[in-house]
Nanobody, 114 residues
Framework: QVQLVESGGGLVRAGGSRRLSCAASESRLINVMGWYRQAPGKQRELVAT???????NYAGSVKGRFTISRDNTRNTVYLQMNSLKPEDTAVYFCHANLFGKDYWGQGTQVTVSS
């Protein structure tokens, strides 16, 4: 069982920045790690993913503003969020896929005030 522990959420003003971190309790290298988010009344949506080889994928709404990165030695993934907008307000969930099985973190709230 892989546990994912997120940190870095909080309240930030529009135009500001925030960095999320997610550490996995797993020694084996995780294939894909990423971030999803869920706003009130909306479905969970992809934010960004990164493979263990460094290949990234972003939602169109965050491309150019958010950067995903990872430390393979620690199975840790980061999300640097810049130029935040009120519509980025959501609970952000860390995700990992290991040998075809999906794991989720408990979520961390990011609130962007206008």
């Amino acid at each position: 069982q892989v546990q994912l522990v997120e940190s870095g959420g909080g309240l930030v003003r529009a135009g500001g920045s925030r960095r999320l971190s997610c550490a996995a309790s797993e020694s084996r290298l995780i294939n894909v790690m990423g971030w999803y988010r869920q706003a009130p009344g909306k479905q969970r949506e992809l934010v960004a993913t990164i493979t263990n080889g460094g290949r990234t994928n972003y939602a169109g709404s965050v491309k150019g503003r958010f950067t995903i990165s990872r430390d393979n030695t620690r199975n840790t993934v980061y999300l640097q969020m810049n130029s935040l907008k009120p519509e980025d307000t959501a609970v952000y969930f860390c995700h990992a896929n290991l040998f075809g099985k999906d794991y989720w973190g408990q979520g961390t709230q990011v609130t962007v005030s206008s």
